[in-house]
T-cell receptor, first 111, second 113 residues
Framework: GDSVTQMEGPVTLSEEAFLTINCTYT??????LFWYVQYPGEGLQLLLK?????DKGSNKGFEATYRKETTSFHLEKGSVQVSDSAVYFC??????????FGSGTQLTVLP | NAGVTQTPKFQVLKTGQSMTLQCAQD?????MYWYRQDPGMGLRLIYY???????DKGEVPNGYNVSRLNKREFSLRLESAAPSQTSVYFC????????????FGPGTRLTVT
């Protein structure tokens, strides 16, 4: 079945540091890929998405590129801010229009 | 426009007690979902409803029942709570023509002692 493997956390960075959170997937066919973010005390929000190979999703300075050859969708940001502290979930959209989530990566950004 | 709302925000139950978690959305979405979130396991789908009057099991349905009361409301019931059901529960809804973009409620933190 479909599965998503995410880099284990927690990740702690200083403000303005470069962020990478790794995500790889296993799926049949050509799934859509997503990053969701969960701020403290809130539900998940869609951060960005890519629906086909080589697509780049971007939002709020975050980017991720759909790499079919490596089955990856790594999240990157060039300069993180304290306000980026959250839990980040990689997700795969497979059959039946359902999402399969990774285990989440806690990011803490220190001033 | 409140989005997806959930009640209660927190709940403590004793083993064997029952309760219903409520979820409502005001975005006119057809599809609604219930997930549980456990440390290190991400979100796992309990039940979903593609439209009013239909419900289907997800990955972890045992111990739960659901009701799609109308287009707005989708409730999750624990008939006899167990400590293994201690978790954070999220309700979500999905707009039509957006296959995977889901809108989440703020969650219910449930502890079963």
């Amino acid at each position: 079945g479909d599965s998503v493997t995410q880099m284990e956390g927690p990740v702690t960075l200083s403000e303005e540091a470069f962020l990478t959170i790794n995500c790889t997937y296993t799926a049949t066919g050509y799934p859509s890929l997503f990053w969701y973010v969960q701020y403290p005390g809130e539900g998940l929000q869609l951060l960005l998405k890519a629906t086909k190979a080589d697509d780049k999703g971007s939002n709020k300075g975050f980017e991720a590129t759909y790499r079919k050859e490596t089955t990856s969708f790594h999240l990157e940001k060039g300069s993180v801010q304290v306000s980026d502290s959250a839990v980040y979930f990689c997700a795969l959209g497979g059959s039946a229009r359902q999402l399969t989530f990774g285990s989440g990566t806690q990011l803490t950004v220190l001033p | 426009n409140a989005g997806v709302t959930q009640t209660p925000k927190f709940q403590v139950l004793k083993t064997g007690q029952s309760m219903t978690l409520q979820c409502a959305q005001d975005m006119n979405h057809n599809s609604m979902y219930w997930y549980r979130q456990d440390p290190g396991m991400g979100l796992r789908l309990i039940y979903y409803s593609a439209s009013e009057g239909t419900t289907d099991k997800g990955e972890v349905p045992n111990g739960y029942n659901v009701s799609r009361l109308n287009k707005r409301e989708f409730s999750l019931r624990l008939e006899s709570a167990a400590p293994s059901q201690t978790s954070v529960y999220f309700c979500a809804s999905r707009p039509p023509a957006r296959d995977y973009e889901q809108y989440f409620g703020p969650g219910t933190r449930l502890t079963v002692t």
